[in-house]
């Protein structure tokens, strides 16, 4: 048994133990987890994929005369902006795009430009225009504002992410005869391709997967910055069955996440185009997990072979909200290049990089080496496994139907 | 015997002309049309798989470029930016030809340009759009 406390350190003292949840898996094998959970300190998780409930909020200043964009209408390179808060604090979403973007009319739309990039320049560095239009009041007379805005000169840029780091993800293919568009890349017709989106034996909330480590308040790397959880996300459905090592064989637990975007990097938030369906952003989520014990090593240790998940057809079943799946597969199987689903070989193809959350995981475990990086103990614990909590369905209202 | 792919690039006063034909009936090389497009008061585009004796084929492409053919090869056209592409692996099942694969060890994606044949399809899904057509 170990505490946060004396993990940190060993930490500041430079000589913590620390392995990434791909090295951990090898280790573990070899030296068994009693062992392991002796010697090792932290296991560093991560994941690298495309994340649409994500945005970052900014507060640009006072202009002079003062400009209330509250109850007005802002753009950020023509990409609008939520301006309903105070005088001068906006939101910007990933999935925003353009008044003037042609969207689906002509099929598939491009969605070549929106919120993901807006966010990626940003912290690019590069200057975005600001546009906005409002009202005028005794306090606020300003109507009109058209500048530049530059990451370095506003005084809050933050990454504020309301769903992000999913515990799992389906796979997703097409039953019908015709070719379709998702959020989960284009799907050919007769199960031509099948999609999965998670870092499976990187992933942080797989590693982790009754949230024994992980909770409001653990700090994170976020962005190519630090960053720390703030709530479980939204869709957070952490009942959902599970194998006998515990990770959940459909998309279960999820995390909010926020962090100031002034310290993140532009590689790791990449505006996406998905062909026929949006814009998003490409988040680089970190998780360091403190070994405690002998359990939270197994449960690190978890590797693709165990990780299961299901087959969901996203020609009818998906968007319809029919709950069947078309048989289960694991990430080892996945990551083989093809899957057998309903007697057919069909291809696969990941949206999610295990390059690069290889390489965030490396990045978080040099920090922590280097002393420059210090656990959190979490303040409040994510809703389990046991908790009841759940996703609801839309109750619609049968009278405006 | 000898095959390659190429683009050729014809001048607009060339478009209506029965050029490849002439590969067939006077050099004897057989041609896959894996792409052709013209664009009105433009130039027309085609990429082909060339094949033949190497002779024939040199005269061949001697022949195109007398008539005023602009040619490259293929694999200058389809280029994957290096700085954009985040090894997801999305476009690896579209891709028909198995240009693009996963290394099963380090999971990144390689792109064979020598096995493309410009199809595109792979331009418009790339999230990050790291796939480049430089016809």
């Known amino acids: 048994m170990k505490t946060i406390k004396e993990i940190n350190e060993k930490i500041k003292k430079g000589n913590a133990v620390v392995v990434t949840a791909e090295e951990v898996i090898e280790l573990v094998q070899k030296k068994g987890a009693k062992i392991c959970a002796q010697e090792v300190d932290v296991v560093t998780a991560a994941t690298f994929g495309p994340m649409c409930s994500s945005g970052a909020y900014f507060n640009i ?74 009202y005028g009041t005794d306090c606020y007379p300003r109507k009109k504002l058209e500048t530049t805005i530059n990451i370095k000169d506003i005084n809050e840029a933050v990454l504020f992410n309301i769903r992000n780091c999913y515990q799992n993800y389906n796979v997703a293919v097409n039953l019908s005869d015709k070719i379709i568009y998702t959020y989960m890349g284009v799907l050919k017709p007769n199960l031509g391709n099948a999609n999965y989106c998670s870092a499976g034996q990187l992933s942080p909330l ?16 976020l962005g190519g910055g630090i960053g720390f959880v703030a709530w479980h996300g939204t869709q957070h459905n952490p009942i959902v069955p599970r194998k006998e090592c515990g990770v959940p064989q459909a998309p279960a637990g999820t995390l909010a996440v926020i962090g100031d975007l002034k310290q993140m990097k532009a590689d790791w938030l990449v505006g996406v185009s998905m062909l026929g369906y949006g814009v998003t952003l490409n988040v680089g989520i970190g998780v360091p997990i403190p070994v405690l014990d002998e359990q939270t090593i197994k449960y690190s240790a978890i590797k693709d072979e165990e990780i299961y998940t299901q087959i969901v057809d996203y020609s009818k079943n998906y968007p319809h909200c029919i709950p069947d799946s078309l048989g289960e597969v694991n990430y ?11 007697g057919k070989e069909v291809p696969t193809g990941n949206i999610s990089s295990y390059p690069k959350a290889k390489e965030i995981a490396e990045e978080l475990k040099s920090w922590i080496k280097k002393g420059e990086f210090l656990l959190t103990e979490p303040v409040a614990p994510l809703p389990g496994a046991e908790s009841g909590y759940t996703v609801k369905p839309l109750k619609e209202n049968p009278s405006l139907a | 015997m000898i095959s390659k792919r190429i683009v050729l690039h014809f001048p607009h006063r060339l478009v209506d002309q029965p050029i490849v034909y002439k590969l067939v009936k006077e050099f004897d090389l057989q041609f896959n049309i894996l792409k052709a497009y013209v664009t009105p008061q433009e130039e027309g585009l085609m990429v082909l798989e060339l094949s033949g004796e190497e002779k024939n084929f040199n005269k061949g492409i001697e022949y195109l470029q007398s008539c005023g053919v602009r040619i490259q090869p293929l694999s200058q056209d389809v280029i994957r930016n290096e700085a954009k592409c985040t090894d997801c692996g999305v476009c690896v099942p579209i891709c028909p030809t198995g240009a693009l694969l996963v290394d099963p060890l380090t999971r990144k994606v390689h792109f064979y340009d020598n096995k493309c044949i410009a199809c595109e399809l792979c331009v418009k899904i790339c999230p990050t759009r790291a796939m480049e057509v430089h016809f």
């Open chain 1, 61 to 134: 200043g006072h202009s002079k005369p003062r400009i209330k964009l509250g109850g007005g209408i802002c753009t950020l390179n023509d990409v609008p902006v939520y301006a309903g808060f105070a005088a001068v604090d906006i939101f910007l979403g990933a999935t925003a795009v353009p008044d003037s973007d042609p969207l689906n009319k002509v099929f598939p739309g491009e969605f070549k430009y929106g919120g993901g990039h807006v966010i990626h320049e940003i912290v690019a560095g590069h200057d975005v225009r600001l546009v906005a239009t409002t």
């Open chain 1, 206 to 221: 797989l590693k982790d997967p009754y949230y024994k480590t992980i909770g409001v308040g653990s700090k994170i790397f």
């Open chain 1, 332 to 342: 080892a199987q996945l990551k083989s290049g093809k899957i057998k689903i309903l």
